[in-house]
T-cell receptor, first 110, second 110 residues
Framework: DAKTTQPPSMDCAEGRAANLPCNHS???????VYWYRQIHSQGPQYIIH???NNETNEMASLIITEDRKSSTLILPHATLRDTAVYYC???????????FGTGTSLTVIP | SQTIHQWPATLVQPVGSPLSLECTVE??????LYWYRQAAGRGLQLLFY??????ISSEVPQNLSASRPQDRQFILSSKKLLLSDSGFYLC?????????FGSGTRLTVV
């Protein structure tokens, strides 16, 4: 079962930052936080992952709280193509139980 | 990099008919492979995973089965489809971090 909780939906104005929260209060010390997104009728796409430290790549930034019980995915300048369902997942590095919750449906508004 | 091939992209099958969905992986050897299902408007549900040829772990007991006859081939099967088997089926492969997903098969049981 998914160990994460996310709001079901969010809106964001085009060009603004989209901040997507995720709660994972039962995360274990060896578990990473992964973010994926799924555009309608496609396979999920990897965005970013992290263990303790904040991470940034060309797609997004990941902010993990010090107690690791929650995190925020930041899309710095949302575009219409960022409209998708965003999934937050916690899993150990070599784990085979990669459970998706219901995710957050992000709508970027022109 | 890993590439996952799934076919067919869409499939319409009558209730009671058999099913065989195939997934093949390129660009890696001895991969961990996964089958997920996504019912309409729902999140992804892990069905099966395999860490090697002939090794199958089932996450959810149901009307489906999986087999891994070759290192980079993963097959999802059913002897008799039910209406509730309709959904979007995704094959995935473990990568350095997280998973790579195929493009999926949309199955409609009528």
């Amino acid at each position: 079962d998914a160990k994460t909780t996310q709001p079901p939906s969010m809106d964001c104005a085009e060009g603004r930052a989209a901040n997507l929260p995720c709660n994972h209060s039962t995360i274990s010390g060896n578990e990473y936080v992964y973010w994926y997104r799924q555009i309608h009728s496609q396979g999920p796409q990897y965005i970013i992952h992290g263990l303790k430290n904040n991470e940034t790549n060309e797609m997004a930034s990941l902010i993990i709280t010090e107690d690791r019980k929650s995190s925020t995915l930041i899309l710095p300048h949302a575009t219409l193509r960022d409209t998708a369902v965003y999934y937050c997942i916690v899993s150990s590095w070599a784990g085979n139980q990669f459970y998706f919750g219901t995710g957050t449906s992000l709508t970027v508004i022109p | 990099s890993q590439t996952i091939h799934q076919w067919p992209a869409t499939l319409v099958q009558p209730v009671g008919s058999p099913l065989s969905l195939e997934c093949t992986v390129e660009g890696t050897s001895n991969p961990n492979l996964y089958w997920y299902r996504q019912a309409a408007g729902r999140g992804l549900q892990l069905l099966f995973y395999s860490v090697g040829i002939g090794q199958i772990s089932s996450e959810v007991p149901q009307n489906l089965s999986a087999s891994r006859p070759q290192d980079r081939q993963f097959i999802l099967s059913s002897k008799k489809l039910l209406l509730s088997d309709s959904g979007f089926y995704l094959c995935a492969c473990r990568r350095d971090y997280g998973y790579t997903f195929g493009s999926g098969t949309r199955l409609t049981v009528v």
